[in-house]
């Protein structure tokens, strides 16, 4: 790579090389480790390393570490820390799942204590936050964090409060949360923010350069952006890693991601500033297109002006506004119903980042998992239809949507 003393290398050309170790054979795209275990050249090589497994560079089993989930754990901690003087003090944690990574940073962080959580978030999250957290000692109130208002009255309602969780860009009603101002008041307060920037992805928002603690990602969205693997990241500082004794966590409990999704999910990561600079603008035609159109009752998207969180929006990204847009029609449930068993381009699946289009009905698939108090609380009505939208010709898929709206 180039001498960056010298000339700023682009988020681009970051995503493209970030991670990277020279291989032992000069291989130009890095290698898969594909291995369970790896072998000590003598006893005292392996005494040193599990004396201090966690700081070891020396390798022992891939449960606790692998040379392909490092490079991966490097490439996402350089986006979400590009530009920051203090990017060195970050590091990354690849895992099995998404919900490995979310569930992982809760049980770790707020353990024994409160989360104030954004009300609209991934059906999981919340089913997890209202079911499982509380069994392991963590309770929860969920309020909308788009007013931060309303994040402060919670904190001096819970003086317990360990951690403030949200989405960058809400699953799925699109929701937008003054970052800034609530790493503020987590700071204020003695708590740390963790933000879910899966939807935003590092290209549009990087929640850590505005004050945010800990970030993660279902990186089987957009940073693998095919569809092909599951996976999950944290981003945060290496001493809260320690504090937390997360990495210890996360290898007891067996979380970790393998190899050959760490070395697809690298590969994606290569391709991410294409793929979304693409999407981002193609949800915006389409999101003028719905919002123009006679059967559309609202469309829910960061990029138009009117979103309640537009200038918000504006202010805290680059590059566009992501690929995920949601709307409902005047027809409600029966109409959306139509459109997603009449639509021949766009998939009806769940999931998103992909490079094809993807359609969903959220209250009775992504979010059918919430209470239904929660889902209501949240906006997430039965007419709400959620589209991702991909690289396609955003003329086809406009295309596509008219000819199965009512």
């Known amino acids: 790579m180039m001498d960056t003393k010298q000339h700023k290398i682009s988020f681009s050309t970051t995503a493209v090389h970030a991670g990277k170790k020279e291989d032992q054979f ?117 309020v909308d964090t788009s007013d931060s208002f ?48 899966t939807f935003a992805s590092p290209y549009h928002l990087k929640p850590i350069t505005l004050g945010a603690d800990v970030v993660a990602h279902s990186t089987t969205k957009y940073l693998g952006g095919h569809g092909t693997v599951i996976g999950g990241a944290l981003v945060l500082k290496k001493q809260l890693i320690q504090d937390s004794a997360m990495a210890v966590f996360r290898k007891n409990l067996g979380g970790i991601a393998g190899p050959m999704d760490a070395f697809l999910l690298t590969n994606g990561v290569k391709t991410l500033a294409l793929r979304m600079e693409k999407q981002a603008k193609n949800t915006m035609k389409i999101a003028r297109f719905l919002e123009a159109h006679s059967a559309v009752d609202r469309v829910w998207y960061p990029g138009l002006e009117s979103h309640p969180q537009h200038h918000l929006a504006n202010a805290m990204m680059s590059n566009g506004f992501g690929g995920v847009l949601a709307f409902e029609l005047k027809g409600g449930y029966e109409a959306g119903k139509h459109l997603m068993n009449s639509v021949k381009l766009c998939s009806l699946a769940v999931s998103l980042g992909t490079v094809d289009t993807l359609i969903q009905h959220p209250a009775s698939m992504t979010h059918a998992v919430m209470s239904e108090e929660l889902r209501n609380q949240a906006g997430i009505t039965e007419g709400l239809v959620r589209l991702a939208v991909g690289i396609e010709d955003a003329e086809d898929i406009i295309y596509d949507l008219e000819q199965g709206i009512l």
């Open 26 to 142: 000069g291989a130009h795209v890095s290698p898969i480790y594909q291995t369970s275990t790896f072998v000590f050249k003598d006893v005292d090589e392996g005494r040193e390393a599990f004396s201090n497994e966690e700081g070891s560079e020396t390798h022992i089993y891939s449960r606790l570490a692998n040379p392909t989930v490092e490079h991966l754990e490097r490439a996402i901690c350089s986006l979400e820390t590009y530009g920051m003087d203090t990017a060195d003090e970050y590091q990354g944690m690849a895992f099995g799942s998404g919900m490995a990574a979310i569930s992982t940073g809760i049980l770790t962080l707020a353990k024994g204590g409160h989360v104030i959580a954004q009300d609209a978030l991934y059906g999981c999250t919340s089913q997890f936050l209202e079911g499982e957290a509380p069994e392991l000692g963590i309770t929860t109130s969920f």
């Open 150 to 197: 309303l994040v402060e009255m919670e904190l001096k309602k819970h003086p317990n409060t360990k951690l403030i969780y949200l989405e960058s860009i809400a699953n799925p009603t699109m929701m937008v949360s003054d970052i800034p101002r609530i790493a503020k008041l987590a700071e204020d307060y003695g708590a740390l923010l963790m933000v879910d920037n």
